[in-house]
């Protein structure tokens, strides 16, 4: 939700912290602020919008030269964008400043408590409530973590909060529950960040803080304790990604750099849970969807995921796994449902992680459930890991993020390996969480003896296969692409059709679209047509169409056919996403994509590929910014 950093050290505290938050303002750009302590005694600035207002104030006037320091990024939640909203908030006279990240939900009734003491309030924010609190506590104890310690257990909801006093130079003091706050650990100096972008330019080396603990970072030392002061251990990780990575590198947007990434993103995801030789066996002849790609020989593979080793209970013991998510991360379950389904045999539902724990649902021992989170920090699904937890089913977690909560309080994990992805609409996470979910579904396959050896040896080759693929469509597709978005640059409203495994690309093609172009989108499995969204259809009306190969399934694809010949009767323009030699749905379209041959079920790493495009393009005609969208931020933390 909001991006935090903190520093104390030897250097100028201020230029370390904001360059942190132009690593971070993807999480949050509402507004930004900063706070440092010196020999001067407490400076702070803090402005509303993007992150170079505040730059802009602080080339005017300079903070004084402090070594201590905290800064903030914010997605509003209580109160408007403004400048009083924004963090730091102040305390004990303007000596005690603090940042948030989440929701304090009995805010009202503290304010009320604090006001009525005779405590006034700069903001609508329940963030300087807890600052208040801390403040309060902090003149009566004359010690930060001392008076951390009396606060947290009122504080109700999820939160982050750093604070530093004048009268503690070189000290910060930090918390957190149910969002997220990890530790740099460098050389006479000591960072704190939300994530791991904050401070990976100066250290690699982290510790993640877990639930209800607090943290004092001072230069010399690190202290871990829960609520009630008991000293907490913690495991030191090195993050596998440098500084580098989360730059643009000379492209337009982070949006398009990790679209061109997604090549390296599946084939790192892949890395080292594939043993044995492995070569293609993909379109050399007809299978069933679902099934291989048919033919072939001489393949060789399997997939071997180590970090499952001592887990085949987690899959082999499972009566039916369910997949938890938000977003763009469910429409990656209802693709791995397909897979999971086919292959291994076993029941899969795909729940909203938002909804899941909320209706009461039956889970048990022998429930898998598996979570699908970027961060690791998306609070509705940590929220419904934990409900899962409780009831006593087992959980798996697929993640792209070290050190983040999800991975920590599930059983086992499998780690994406994407790379850190700035940009708010997600892309290489998506094609990952995808490859991620094919590969534990191979598995399960295997472990449950339901997978036809064969059939898991091509597939597994095809999957290899996919890395080069998606580079494919990039250099021959996405100029066309472009050209076309630029096109409808004016379009108001754009429709998705896929069925089967294209349905969820069809989803996620539409949500894309509404994200960063804020034009109506909507997706809809084609056999839903004539039950009522074929009402939507009027002349020039753009309908993307993703066809399934008619190697896998003749009946799918002459489906698919009848639906775009229904449409185009009505005037729909039609876009088709088709593979490489499908003569059969040229007279029928008005434009036609290409993606090369795969098989039926990894097709939507190649169909959603030129969605992600245009949806950029079209943004980018629009003159939007494609990595900040309005009203969103990249990770959710706050149910």
């Not at 899969?348 to 429930?367: Q, S």
Request: with cysteine; hydrophobic share 45%.
């Amino acid at each position: 939700m909001c991006g935090i950093v903190g520093y104390a050290g030897a250097r100028d505290s201020a230029s370390i912290i904001m360059a942190g938050l132009a690593r971070l303002e993807y999480r949050g750009y509402d507004s930004a602020g900063i706070a440092t302590v010196g020999e001067h005694g407490l400076a702070m600035r803090k402005k509303s919008g993007k992150l170079a207002a505040l730059h802009e104030s602080l080339a005017d006037a300079p903070l004084p030269a402090a070594p201590t320091g905290i800064g903030h990024t914010r997605w509003a939640t209580h109160g408007a964008p403004t400048d009083e909203n924004a963090h730091p908030h102040l305390a004990d006279s303007g000596r005690l400043a603090l940042i948030h990240n989440g929701i304090i939900e009995n805010y009202g009734e503290l304010r009320r408590e604090l006001e009525s003491d005779g405590v006034a309030f700069a903001s609508e924010t329940d963030s300087e409530v807890a600052a208040a609190l801390i403040g309060r506590e902090y003149e009566r104890t004359g010690d930060l973590e001392q008076a951390f310690r009396a606060v947290l257990p009122r504080l109700e909801g999820a939160f982050t909060l750093l604070a530093v006093h004048a009268n503690q130079p070189g000290i910060i003091v930090a918390a957190r529950r149910n969002s997220p706050l990890v530790i740099g650990l460098g050389d006479g100096e000591n960072y704190l960040g939300s994530d791991v972008a904050a401070f990976v330019e100066h250290t690699r080396r982290a510790v993640a803080i877990g639930q209800d603990n607090i943290v004092t970072v001072t230069p010399a030392s690190v202290t871990i304790t829960d609520f009630a002061g008991t000293a907490v251990a913690a495991e030191p990780f090195d993050v596998s990604w440098d500084a580098a990575a989360a730059d643009k590198g000379g492209w337009p947007s982070f949006m398009a750099k990790e679209v061109a990434e997604e090549p390296e993103a599946v084939a790192n995801t892949l890395r080292g849970r594939v043993r044995g030789e492995v070569g293609s066996g993909v379109g050399r002849g007809v299978g069933a969807v679902g099934g291989g790609a048919g033919g072939g020989g001489g393949v060789g593979g399997e997939v071997h995921i180590p970090e499952l080793d001592g887990h085949d209970d987690l899959f082999v013991d499972a009566e039916r796994i369910v997949i938890v998510a938000c977003g763009t991360a469910s429409y990656a379950a209802l693709v791995g449902k397909y897979a999971l389904e086919n292959w291994a045999r076993i029941p899969v539902d795909v729940e909203l992680a938002h909804e899941f724990r909320y209706r009461d649902p039956i889970i048990g021992p022998r429930t898998l459930v598996v979570s699908i989170s970027q961060s690791g920090e998306t609070m509705d699904t940590l929220m419904a890991v934990r409900f899962a937890r409780e009831k006593g089913a087992r959980t798996l977690a697929i993640c792209n993020t070290q050190g983040a909560t999800i991975p920590r309080e599930s059983d086992a994990v499998i780690y994406t390996h994407a790379g850190p992805e700035v940009a708010v609409a997600s892309t290489k996470a998506f094609v990952a969480q995808i490859t991620a979910l094919m590969l534990v579904a191979l598995h399960t396959g295997r472990l449950r003896g339901t997978l036809d050896p064969q059939t898991g040896r091509l597939e597994t080759a095809a999957l290899q296969d996919i890395p080069d693929h998606i580079a494919t469509v990039l250099a021959q597709e996405t100029d066309r692409i472009t050209e076309l978005a630029h096109w409808m640059a004016d379009t108001r409203s754009v429709l998705f059709l896929g069925r089967h495994v294209g349905y969820p690309i069809a989803l996620e093609g539409a949500l894309k679209l509404k994200e960063i172009s804020y034009i109506h989108a909507e997706g809809f499995a084609a056999g839903e047509l004539k039950h009522g969204p074929i009402a939507l259809i009027e002349p020039g009306q753009p309908v993307f169409v993703i066809v399934p190969s008619p190697r896998h399934s003749a009946l799918l694809h002459a489906k698919v056919v009848s639906n775009i010949q229904e449409i185009r009767a009505r005037g729909a323009r039609v876009i088709a996403i088709a593979e490489e030699g499908d003569a059969a749905v040229l007279p029928h379209a008005d434009e036609v994509i290409r993606i090369p041959l795969t098989t039926a079920l990894l097709e939507p790493l190649l169909t959603v590929v030129p969605l992600q495009i245009f949806a950029m393009a079209l943004a980018t005609a629009k003159g939007l910014d494609v990595d900040q969208p309005r009203n969103l931020a990249k990770s959710v933390t706050v149910e």
